[in-house]
């Protein structure tokens, strides 16, 4: 019997014709053997479906061979004999599409379908290896070689049967498709194969496995397989039983949670207090009444307050929707406060509160300036403060929002990766939230903060999107107006905020968000506006924090400029502050000891306090020298002092350069050898000689990186002193760019490099013509000090920094000899 048949009919008259039509297939005789011990039948196709001996299965038959055969044996009262196909996808199987084992079946009278096709019972009796095909049209009849199994039961048999039946069991009380009548019956099946192709037709099981346990003769090899295909069977169903249960579990929460909320209403409404979400919903319809909304965000939140009066309180998007209006109703869509354009009192606060910062504030006080000459400009700044770390520039921001009595809100893009930390997530997400941009506006709480977007140059990128990309809209003063943020998906008017941006790097910055920034640099501070940085704002902030009075403590100048020369080295004056805190602490325990604690800290208290010297400043050569001459460089910390060295040897005409020197200053020092070569009768150098020579440029303190063209005349000094044997002015610096034709190109940060070179005791500097316009932003004192050169060609260099050619030995090594000192060398 199939499953279908154990699960019993439904009505009487159906019961009868199915045993009817049952009685009627046991009386459809096996065939006889023949001489050979074969028998020889007609064939029907199994392309998709098979029938085990002994098992009885619905088949539906369509016109073709398969209807012929079957009316042709069902006249003779014949059984025919089962062929399945290897691959049901094929519509015309040949001999070698079949499995080599077939099933003589019964089939009984055929029923005739609406669709054109029959359908029949047809009973499995016994397997069979097919011989021979006897007749191809039209349709295949075999001869074939029944297979008997054997019957006998020994005791691993028996343990074997055992097993299959317990795994069958287990799997009948899991498999809610099964009815519990199959294991009985299991329970009553005598013989090994019997039982193992009762249960493979009884469990569901892949066409493939259903034809592999039809070609295992074997009882025993058919039941080993069959165990393991029932524990995988076990397996899935035990999963789906565990599913179900926790499925199950939630739908009776879920009711037990509706239920009791349904009571909890009942009693609200018996006691005069209501339903809580309608109250919620009274009290979002009364708060959109009373802010001040644009008709597109209150379009929007009208009809999301409608679907909400729709839903049931319990339903999983009433959280979703209330969340998504409490952005709507208190984002600051109009809120805004008013700016104070008064620019003498926004100069007063930006003095207060910074020391130097020319270039930044006279820029905000001209946004101020024109603000006042027209008060509705709508058009906000978008500027970006760029320079090295702990020179002021988030600080200045702030000052910036006090000047303009606006609200500060501060936004670090450091680290930041995902496109949607700027835009948001849309709300199909779970837990999706408006992007940082909407949420700090939020926290802003006007519609015309000051918005400060730190670290702007540490921005990343990856497979989640480039948030660069994102701020181009946001920092665009044509497009911000209309912002868009995936979660709201409501235009938001970003053009009346103020956006500075911080960045340590420019090179960092996609170029196309560059563009739309206003750059403001933030040169690092030099040692006169340090002193007097920490004179106004870091010495009294670190006594009042280390609960010591201005009067108690003072720190004179030398002291400062010990601490900022040999323990700090840096740009600003983060470290510098530590050093001084850390020095207030000292005596701050001094005094808390009840011990005594000096009040003036000299140049001895600082390393009484702070230890040893951390950093040494470049000083100038002691004496003038062949081969070294004094580079003047930039860096983040200001500027420094650089001594070259040239050293000549005896080798094959190579150049050599040392101390981390970087690509564009190994360029320089390529052009600054050229130019050398070139003039070397000039100079009164042997052409010849370079053949032989090779040349070492260095650049000492090798661990620190060294780039930049500034130092090409430098080397080109170096390189003629070197040559010459003509010594080098040792308080003589300079700085500028080198041509092949000996011509001297204008650097940069030429305020840093002038004021290294006072500081390290140099009392020349020479510069490029072109710089002379930016001496105007060097100290007056400084300009006393120092002599200035400006030069256009490397002669002029020479003219300055080089001994007379008449203080050149004699005897020079490198010299070229006239025709009487060749005559004496031969």
């Known amino acids: 019997m199939m499953k279908d048949d154990w699960a019993g009919s439904e009505t009487e008259d159906y019961s009868n014709n199915l045993q009817q039509r049952t009685e009627e297939l046991y009386r459809i005789p096996d065939a006889d053997l023949d001489s050979e011990g074969l028998i020889e039948c007609a064939v029907f196709i199994m392309r998709d479906m098979l029938v085990y001996p002994r098992m009885i299965s619905p088949i539906f038959i369509a016109p073709g061979p398969n209807s012929l055969s079957v009316q042709d044996a069902q006249l003779g009262e014949e059984t025919m004999i089962g062929l399945v196909q290897q691959n049901p996808e094929i519509d015309e199987p040949t001999p070698e599409d079949f499995l080599p084992i077939g099933i003589e079946i019964a089939i009984g009278r055929l029923l005739s379908l609406s669709d054109g096709n029959s359908s029949a019972l047809a009973q499995g009796r016994r397997r069979v290896e097919v011989v021979e095909i006897v007749q191809t049209e039209p349709y295949y009849r075999v001869r074939a070689r029944p ?11 028996n343990a074997l049967m055992r097993t299959t039946r317990d795994l069958f069991e287990r799997c009948v009380q899991l498999d809610r498709s099964l009815p519990d009548e199959a294991h009985l019956f299991s329970i009553n099946i005598p013989e090994p194969g019997w039982l193992a192709d009762m249960i493979a037709t009884a469990i569901s099981l892949p066409f493939k496995e259903r034809q592999t346990l039809l070609l295992l003769p074997d009882p025993r090899e058919r039941l080993k397989r069959l165990n393991f295909l029932l524990a ?3 397996d899935v169903l035990q999963l789906e039983d565990e599913i179900q249960n926790k499925v199950q579990n939630e739908v009776d929460r879920s009711q037990r949670e509706f239920y009791l909320r349904e009571q909890m209403k009942a009693i609200q409404t018996e006691l005069g207090e209501g339903d809580v979400f309608l109250r919620d919903i009274a009290e979002l319809r009364e708060k959109m009444d009373t802010v001040e909304l644009p008709e597109e965000a209150r379009k929007v939140a009208a009809k999301e307050v409608e679907r909400l009066m729709q839903m049931s309180s319990m339903a999983p998007e009433v959280g979703i929707i209330r969340t998504y209006l409490d952005w709507i109703l208190e984002l600051p869509w109009t809120v805004q406060t008013e700016d104070n354009l008064d620019v003498d009192h926004a100069a007063k606060v930006l003095e207060e509160n910074h020391f130097g910062l ?14 006042s000459l027209k008060p509705k400009k709508p058009r906000q700044p978008i500027l970006c403060f760029a320079g090295p770390p702990g020179t002021g520039k988030t600080s200045l921001g702030r000052s910036i929002a006090e000047a303009l009595g606006r609200k500060f809100v501060r936004l670090s893009l450091g680290g930041v990766r995902d496109e949607a930390e700027i835009r948001g997530h849309r709300r199909t997400y779970i837990g999706a939230l408006p992007g940082r941009i909407i949420q700090t506006m939020r926290r802003a709480g006007s519609v015309n903060p000051l918005f400060m977007l730190d670290e702007i140059d540490k921005l990343g990128a990856d497979f989640r999107g480039d948030p660069s990309a994102a701020l181009l809209e946001v920092l665009d003063p044509e497009q911000n107006n209309t912002f868009s943020d995936h979660y709201l998906e409501i235009q938001y008017d970003l053009s009346k905020v103020m956006f500075i941006t911080t960045a340590n790097s420019l090179g960092s910055i996609p170029p196309a968000l560059l563009d739309r920034m206003e750059v403001i640099e933030f040169p690092g ?3 006169e506006d340090k002193l007097e940085i920490a004179r106004r704002f870091l010495i009294p902030r670190q006594i009042d924090e280390s609960g010591l009075e201005e009067t108690e403590v003072t720190f004179n100048e030398q002291a400062l400029r010990r601490i900022i020369r040999e323990y700090t080295y840096e740009a600003g004056v983060r470290n510098l502050e530590r050093e001084i805190g850390r020095m207030c602490r000292k005596v701050a325990r001094l005094k808390s000891g009840k011990k005594e604690f000096p009040s003036k800290l000299g140049p001895a208290a600082v390393e009484r306090f702070l230890g040893p010297p951390q950093f040494f400043q470049s000083e ?3 004496q003038d020298e062949v081969g070294v001459a004094t580079a003047v460089a930039w860096t983040e910390m200001g500027g420094e002092i650089m001594p070259v060295e040239v050293a000549i040897l005896d080798g094959k005409g190579n150049l050599q350069i040392t101390g981390q020197i970087g690509e564009i200053m190994q360029e320089s020092a390529h052009a600054a050898l050229s130019f050398m070569k070139s003039r070397a009768r000039d100079f009164d150098i042997d052409p010849a000689c370079f053949e032989n020579l090779d040349i070492h440029i260095h650049v000492p303190e090798g661990a ?19 040559f010459t044997e003509r010594r080098v002015y040792k308080e003589v610096g300079m700085t500028g760019e080198i041509t092949l034709r000996g011509r001297v190109l204008p650097i940069g940060g030429l305020r840093e490099k002038v004021l290294a ?13 072109r710089n002379k316009k930016d001496l105007v932003d060097v100290p007056k004192k400084v300009l006393a000090d120092l002599k200035i050169v400006p030069v256009t060609h490397m002669d002029d260099v020479l003219k300055v920094a080089l001994y007379a050619d008449e203080d050149r030995p004699a005897n020079a090594r490198f010299r070229v000899k006239d025709e009487e000192e060749v005559g004496q060398e031969g």
């Open 147 to 157: 297979i008997f199994e054997p019957a006998d039961v020994d005791r691993e048999m």
């Open 232 to 234: 995988q069977e076990l």
């Open 358 to 371: 020319k270039d930044a504030k006279d820029r905000i006080l001209e946004y101020i300036a024109v603000r």
């Open 525 to 527: 501070y030099i040692e």
């Open 620 to 622: 100038a050569e002691r």
């Open 704 to 722: 620190i990186p060294k780039d930049g063209p500034s130092a090409g005349i430098t080397m080109a000094t170096a390189l003629i002193s070197a």
């Open 757 to 769: 070179a006072h500081r390290a005791g140099l009392k020349t500097v020479i510069i490029p013509e």
